[in-house]
């Protein structure tokens, strides 16, 4: 009974993703004909040839994986150090000031937005990566607090008898966390690293506020411009949401099952 239902809770989940992709080898009648066809009949292929080529998608690509390589490693670098600091290193007001950085979680992002933007503008960064990235290499982008608070459950479940012997023999906390604490969190670093990846390649609404060339555009703003105010070119938007959507599915099903055991051993010990 449970194998059942969850065979036909896979395939609702699934229904999207084959419909996308059914989609992308139909022409505009067959996807919007009545009653729905599930099978292409025929399949074409023109819509991957012509929609790729309408868009400079490979450029979108690279500008995609810049981000991509500056932020994931900023976001691991530095939430890894300030949960290291408010999981592992007892200093005063350590819980306080914990407790007021996790309740900006509470603030919509919405209610930053505008400022946020002036102050980027002031400075004369926008059309620029810089707000896109910076703020990762201060633990503020991507969930950047998220990514804290479920680093510092992780580290709090490792045994403090490694770190008290580390520091009999000598070592700084900063050996401590890379020598240590780094090693022994490898599967809650991955779920961080793998959830900022997502994150990154999804994320429309900041790369349409802070860039306007096109030849920085990221996929998902590629994407966005198979879509007009009166008219869609929807299936050469199916078939590129098939190609970006694509190097995520396979990265989820490669890394599943060390992502869903780093997610399994991150404790939450107060």
Known sequence: MIVALLVIGGLVCLAPFFWLLRSSFMDEAQIF????MWI?????????VDGL????????FLNTMTLELIVVPGILFTCSLAAFAFGRLRWRGRDVVFGVLMSGLMLPYAATLVPTFIG????????????LTLPAWFAGAGGGMASVFLLRQFFRTIPR????????DGASPMRVYLQIIVPLSKPALLVVGVFTFFAVWNDFLNPLVYISDGAKFTLALGLAAFKGTFSSEWGYLMAASTVVTLPVTVLFFV????????????GLKD
Not at 33 to 36: K, L, N
């Open 255 to 266: 890394a599943q099952r060390q992502l869903l055991a780093g997610i399994a051993l991150t």
């Open 161 to 168: 008898d490694l770190d008290e012997a580390a520091y009999l």
């Open 33 to 36: 004909a009545t009653p729905p």
């Open 40 to 48: 292409p009949d025929p399949f074409t292929i023109e819509n991957y």
């Open 120 to 131: 980027w503008e002031r400075l004369g960064l926008i059309d620029t990566y810089v707000p």
């Open 53 to 60: 080529r309408s868009q400079p998608f490979f450029g979108y």
